[in-house]
């Protein structure tokens, strides 16, 4: 195509802004396999390797590490120093590639990359039909990712952070409140709870039985198998009444109908009960989410949040970066008379809503 009229600086600048996206998509790829063989692990604390050296240690195959670590160099994520040959993990990158245990950990959201690609041509026909795909249709691998993205988050801050900037809740779970987690997918927040309050009743829901499944086997794994309960139901028809706190982390977006979910709540909690809504990090005007984590967040929301919600009854689709103002009218909607912003995270809002 001839560039005559055409700003020839602009195109080129977005030539190269294009090559720099497939360049993030392959390198996702060979991330989420550094990810999987331990490469990042094996770099971790160990100085400048070889290519030789870090397949001796990780039992691959040098060439292709050879071409991994060259690709891996090329997008900053290891150094090279070309005089000695060698590439180097630095130690703020270990955090974020190899230790499982740094809140800044984000190795595992690789393989959601993997998942969103396997179902993109589900979500392409969904475009011209309207037809939702539900969270139980996505590629398995999405649930263990989905739980490995976020559980560092929730780690780090759910017990020392969120809890005790809602009013009155930690005194409540410390004297023995009755909690519901509702889309607690595979039980982290679950789990935290109940290690963190031993006193608390904790029940969490979820309607895809097979994350269920595994919540049952991460609680008794835990310890904690004989103090709280996981079971199969929806935002709208989870069971209890009384509840002292319910929780929705990273799920209120992804139902259908979320003014329905949160009028069900407030049937369900207690007289001076809470809700702690957790829900990605958005602005309200699209325009201030036009950033990196907002293309994140409307990827994703775009290949599984939105689909999700367009499955289930009430097509509401809030969407992953619904922001502040949306989440509010939700709670107002549904008979709410407080709702505030208790906490924030680079990642994650979160809010408090009450009766």
Not at 88 to 115: C, I, K, N, Q, R
Not at 131 to 148: I, K, R, S
Not at 237 to 251: I, K, N, Q, W
Request: proline residues 5%.
């Amino acid at each position: 195509m001839s560039t005559n009229g055409f700003d020839e600086d602009r195109v080129a600048q977005f030539i190269g802004q294009v090559i720099g996206d497939l360049g993030a998509g392959v390198s996702g790829a060979l991330a989420r396999i550094g990810h999987r063989l331990g490469l990042y692990r094996a770099m971790a604390g160990a100085g400048p390797v070889t290519p030789a050296e870090l397949a001796e240690r990780t039992g691959t195959v040098e060439r292709y590490v050879r071409e991994w670590l060259a690709n891996q160099a090329a997008g900053g994520y290891v150094t090279y120093d070309p005089a000695a040959a060698r590439y180097a993990l630095p130690a703020e990158h270990a955090l974020v590639l190899a230790d499982e245990d740094s809140p800044a950990y984000m190795a595992g959201a690789f393989d959601t990359m993997a998942a969103t690609w396997a179902v993109h041509g589900r979500v392409e026909r969904a475009f011209q039909t309207g037809e939702g795909v539900g969270w139980h249709e996505q590629d398995p691998l999405l649930f263990a990712a989905t739980e490995c993205f976020f559980a560092p988050q929730y780690r780090a801050n759910l017990v020392p952070v969120w809890i005790p900037a809602l009013d009155g809740v930690e005194a409540r779970l410390e004297a023995g409140a009755r909690v519901a987690d509702v889309g607690c997918g595979h039980g982290v927040t679950t789990i935290l709870l109940a290690q963190a309050y031993p006193n608390a009743e904790l029940v969490g829901f979820d309607y895809h039985e097979a994350s269920v499944e595994v919540a049952r086997k991460r609680a008794v794994e835990a310890g904690v198998g004989d103090r709280v309960e996981f079971k199969v139901a929806s935002a709208t028809d989870f069971p209890g009444e009384g509840y002292d706190l319910v929780c929705f982390f990273d799920a209120l977006h992804d139902t259908g109908d979320p003014v329905a979910a949160a009028a069900h709540t407030r049937q369900g909690l207690a007289g001076d009960g809470t809700v702690l809504l957790v829900e990605p990090y958005a602005a309200d005007r699209v325009e201030d989410n036009l950033n990196p984590l907002g293309r994140v967040g409307y990827g994703m929301s775009t290949l599984v949040c939105t689909p999700g919600a367009l499955s289930q009854p009430g097509g509401m689709a809030l969407g992953a970066q619904a922001g502040e103002a949306e989440s509010r009218c939700v709670f107002e909607q549904a008979g709410f008379s407080r709702f505030r912003r208790a906490a924030e995270t680079p990642v994650h809002l979160v809010f408090e809503a009450r009766p």
